[in-house]
């Protein structure tokens, strides 16, 4: 169980990141700053966009944990 228990953490870990690198291409590539977008513009549509990259990241990270 030790080996699954690392294994799950580290997709967990994988995740977190490549949800932090979306946010950084995000900011870069389209100059907008998210935090800002979220908060202080109150942009649904930025949030929606967040919300399918953490899910789909989740969805991958729970594919290859099962498999």
Same mark, same amino acid.
């Given at each position: 169980y030790?080996?699954? @228990?690392?294994?799950?953490?580290?997709? $967990?870990? &994988?995740? @977190?990141?490549?949800?932090i690198v979306f946010a950084v291409i995000t900011n870069?590539? @389209?100059? &907008?700053?998210?935090?800002?977008e979220l908060v202080k513009d109150n942009n649904v549509g930025m949030g929606i966009a967040? $919300?399918?990259m953490a899910v789909a990241i989740a969805i991958i990270i729970a594919g290859t944990i099962n498999s």
């Open positions: 030790t080996t699954l @228990f690392r294994s799950t953490i580290v997709y $967990a870990l &994988l995740g @977190f990141v490549l949800l870069y590539i @389209f100059k &907008l700053k998210i935090r800002d967040i $919300a399918g």
